[in-house]
């Protein structure tokens, strides 16, 4: 059975940080781009990140590029969001989800994890 759990979510004030992870059992994970996706009250869920099976192969929205970092340890199984600089219109549940055959439609998706950005 796959299984995305995520972890790291919380409350911070605006200008802090927060790093989620996400941890992959149930697949090859070494051949799977990962992804992490975030919907806010009233809005669609949107794709803030994405990293390929090969590390160096990463893409950002605009809303974040140059805040957030995607990262992955295939070691640990593990795929990890680095979020700085936040702001109030971060705040959203954030899912983490699994593309195995790399064809950029997601597969499998955690249960996402609440971020509240707010002082």
């Known amino acids: 059975q796959v299984r995305l759990v995520e972890s790291g979510g919380g409350l911070v004030q605006p200008g802090g940080s927060l790093r989620l992870s996400c941890a992959a059992s149930?697949?090859?994970?070494?051949?799977?781009?990962l992804g992490w996706f975030r919907q806010a009250p009233g809005k669609e869920r949107e794709c803030v990140a994405r990293?390929?099976?090969?590390?160096?192969?990463?893409s950002y929205a605009g809303s974040v590029k140059g805040r957030f970092t995607i990262s992955r340890d295939n070691a640990k199984n593990t795929v990890y969001l680095q979020m700085n600089s936040l702001n109030p219109e971060d705040t959203a549940v954030y899912y983490c989800?699994?593309?195995?055959?790399?064809?950029?439609?997601?597969?499998?998706w955690g249960q996402g994890t609440q971020v509240t950005v707010s002082s």
């Open positions: 990293i390929g099976w090969l590390s160096q192969l990463t």
């Open positions: 149930g697949l090859t994970f070494s051949r799977s781009a």
């Open positions: 989800a699994a593309d195995i055959d790399r064809d950029f439609a997601y597969d499998y």
